[in-house]
């Protein structure tokens, strides 16, 4: 006897009485609960129901997945970003392929909505990258807690051998600020009132730095509304009632405390230290402090000089969505880069991308850089000025490199290394016999287009 085939279908913009059950689901599946959830969306005043998506089976809704659009800026360019999240399926519909459903939908629907590429975070790698995202590894850099107050507890030490240990830590914590007493520093909690000014300086230490986002005014006041805001401390540094710096930590388990977000001003970066001093201090419980931390950053050095290790952060997984578009809204960028590039300034050059699904083409001549981007049969060409005749067969008129559309999007978040692709062919034109050459041409070409990022997309903008 045949068993009936259930109705699966596919849907957004959930109404209000769907979204209680979407929440119910997420309460059941996750255990940070229903109001996590609820929460989240309640406070976000440009939620749009198109983001909220879910699988029926039989009329009754049985998995979800949201999408978060988020702005984030790869240099000057800002990329239409879809924040993949709150994934559950209710334990009596899973093994039905629902959230794949779910993400194949969606893949198509952002690609409509203009969307350049895709994240999210996940440990289930092996479930997402069969429907096309792919693990991009970060690093963590880990610092004993105890070892960076040991190193600056000397002062305080002399000052009182008796003194009792969390008094001492506490000494630890305001002696920088003693000393920079006569330059009005001080340290305060975080208030509703300092967001405009955290907003700019924000804006200020984040100009043109690739992963990070562009929040607006409305963000910023939905974001301290969320639950992730609620369980973490932020503090904030001020010389003579100006905002230099502010940091936001937050408990882990295992007794680890994680920097989520540590700002300033790029003029006073001399003067910040005492803010993290604090924020150690705010989770001296915690016996390391864990944080991701761009390599321009102040506290980057000192990490190491602390003796930090690291750890690999597997989570974020990266899909490209619309290629061209992604090369479109990129174009000036890339075209400023290889502008002010010295070497390559004045050259004239043909070079071929080519991933598992895009062939992408780079011609440069006269200081203008024209970009095609072909898949599926389809061809979009990006130019800053009228079309030429150029042979656009990257195969045939320059080098080509094959890569992988995982490794193309490190090199735009985190700029090019020289062992991430294989230059394989070269045409007359270009002009190099031995293979060396042309991987050496390639590398350079490369390197100019993909320079490396000070890449940042913050734990505080999670979703």
């Not at 509304?225 to 503090?235: D, F, V």
């Not at 977000?261 to 910040?272: G, N």
């Not at 320079?451 to 940042?456: G, M, R, S, V």
Request: proline letters at 3%.
């Amino acid at each position: 006897m045949s068993t009936p085939q259930s109705n699966i279908t596919v849907s957004n913009h959930a109404s209000r009485e769907q979204l209680e059950r979407i929440f119910d689901i997420l309460g059941n599946v996750f255990s940070v609960g229903r109001a996590f959830f609820q929460e989240r969306l309640d406070n976000e005043p440009t939620y749009d129901p198109a983001n909220t998506w879910f699988a029926t089976v039989d009329g009754v809704i049985a998995s979800t997945v949201q999408i978060f659009p988020m702005p984030l800026r790869a240099g000057q360019a800002v990329l239409k970003v879809g924040g993949m999240g709150s994934v559950g399926t209710d334990e009596n519909y899973q093994g039905k392929g629902l959230a794949s459903r779910i993400l194949s939908a969606q893949t198509a629907w952002m690609e409509q909505q203009g969307y350049h590429l895709s994240m999210l975070l996940a440990s289930r790698h092996s479930f997402y990258s069969r429907s096309g995202w792919q693990l991009l590894p970060e690093t963590m850099l880990v610092l004993n807690n105890s070892a960076y107050q040991a190193s600056n507890d000397t002062a305080s030490t002399q000052a009182s051998a008796d003194t009792g240990s969390e008094k001492l830590a506490h000494m630890q914590t305001q002696a920088p600020l003693q000393a920079n007493a006569a330059e009005g520093c001080s340290i305060t909690p975080f208030s509703l009132e300092h967001i405009e000014e955290m907003s700019k300086l924000y804006d200020r230490f984040n100009a043109n730095r690739t992963g990070s986002y562009v929040r607006n005014k409305t963000y910023w006041n939905s974001l301290v509304k969320w639950p992730t805001w609620k369980e973490a401390e932020c503090l904030l540094l001020w010389q003579q009632n100006k905002l230099i710096a502010y940091g936001i930590i937050a408990h882990t388990s295992n007794k680890q405390a994680i920097l989520r977000e540590f700002i300033y001003d790029p003029q006073h970066e001399a003067d910040v230290m005492p803010l993290f001093a604090a924020l150690c201090e705010l989770r001296k419980d915690a016996k390391q402090i864990l944080a991701k931390l761009p390599g321009d950053h102040m506290l980057f050095p000192h990490f190491k000089e602390q003796g930090s290790g690291s750890i690999e952060l597997n989570v974020a997984m990266w899909k490209i969505i619309d290629g061209a578009g992604l090369f479109d809204v990129m174009h000036e960028e890339l075209q400023n880069r290889l502008q002010s590039n010295q070497a390559l300034s004045e050259q004239s050059f043909e070079l071929g991308l080519q991933t598992e699904k895009l062939s992408i083409h780079f011609s440069y001549a006269d200081k203008q850089l024209q970009i095609t981007v072909s898949a599926d049969e389809s061809q979009t060409s990006m130019e800053s000025s009228s079309s030429t005749d150029t042979d656009t067969d990257a195969s045939l008129n320059g080098i080509t490199v094959d890569t992988s559309e995982i490794t193309l999007i490190k090199w735009l978040l985190y700029g090019y290394q020289a062992d991430d692709g294989k230059a394989v062919a070269a045409s007359d034109r270009a002009g190099f016999d031995a293979e060396s050459d042309l991987e050496e041409k390639a590398g350079a070409i490369l390197q100019a287009l993909f320079p490396e990022q000070p890449y940042a997309f913050y734990i505080t903008d999670y979703f």
